[in-house]
């Protein structure tokens, strides 16, 4: 009782000091000044479909400075929470293949992920237990025991936003290793599917530029874009049939 109380009383000291606020502070300033500079342009199919051959020829030229670079971006783009995961890995496998592009983002994403977790939970690393008692704490330390197979499922579905997940886990007080292995795990095929969805554009912006056109939803209705997006189909229902062989197994 004793060594719960020195904890519960260093954490609320912990939580008390104004520094614990400054990296979600820094987050936050970083996410408004992209915006403000107009950086969410480039982070769209339109800058892609415009600037593919150039895109092409500097991946070309500098082989190892090109992906990194993107590992960078890709990873301050998740840092700063802007919602253009999705996109960017559709870059990735564009410029360097579904399986290389696919790599780059998994490290780069889960990279990213686990700064902007970090700023959250030193502001608000077990928000839900110190604020709210009842069955929403009971909760709290539910998700915590089992944190690794919650944000696993939830990371498999890409149903809750990316940049949701990054910060959620902050209010469980979620370990760093459970996060990171969870995340890393869990983004794996649908960030392999996007990526192939990426590397099948290439056909699509060529047809659209000699057609002298741009770029239109309907382009993307190709046999490799149709299989990436049933590969995301059969992802969002992997927590189901984890759900229903967990039911299984208890009775």
Same mark, same amino acid.
């Given at each position: ?9 260093d954490s609320r000291m ?27 342009r480039y982070l769209s ?46 870059? +990735?496998? &564009?410029?360097?293949?579904?399986? $290389?592009? @696919? #790599?780059?983002?998994?490290?780069? =994403?889960?990279?990213? %992920? ?69 995340t890393l795990l869990g983004?794996?095929? +649908?960030? &392999?599917?996007?990526?192939?969805? $990426?590397? @099948? #554009?290439?056909?699509?912006?060529? =047809?659209?530029?000699? %057609? ?40």
């Amino acid at each position: 009782m004793r060594e719960m109380s020195v904890q519960t009383h260093d954490s609320r000291m912990k939580q008390s000091q104004p520094w614990c606020y400054v990296p979600l502070l820094v987050v936050a300033v970083g996410l408004c000044v992209g915006y403000l500079a107009g950086w969410q342009r480039y982070l769209s199919l339109t800058f892609l479909a415009e600037s593919h051959e150039s895109l092409e020829s500097f991946v070309a030229v500098h082989p190892v400075a090109a992906p990194l670079g993107f590992a960078l971006a890709y990873t301050l783009s998740v840092a700063f929470s802007f919602p253009a995961a999705s996109v960017l890995t559709v870059f +990735a496998g &564009f410029l360097f293949g579904w399986i $290389g592009g @696919g #790599l780059l983002v998994s490290v780069a =994403a889960t990279a990213g %992920a686990t700064i902007v977790f970090l700023a959250a939970r030193t502001a608000l690393g077990g928000f839900l237990k110190r604020r709210v008692g009842g069955r929403a704490a009971r909760l709290a330390c539910g998700f915590e025991e089992n944190a690794f197979s919650y944000l696993l499922m939830l990371r498999l579905a890409p149903i809750v936003p990316f940049w949701v997940l990054n910060i959620a886990p902050a209010l469980f007080d979620v370990r760093l290793k459970t996060y990171v292995a969870a995340t890393l795990l869990g983004i794996l095929p +649908a960030t &392999f599917a996007y990526a192939y969805l $990426g590397e @099948g #554009l290439e056909s699509v912006l060529l =047809a659209a530029s000699e %057609a002298g056109r741009s770029l239109t939803p309907s382009d993307l209705v190709t046999p490799q874009i149709t299989l990436a997006f049933a590969a995301l189909a059969v992802v969002a229902a992997v927590p189901l049939v984890v759900r229903k062989a967990g039911l299984l197994k208890r009775n």
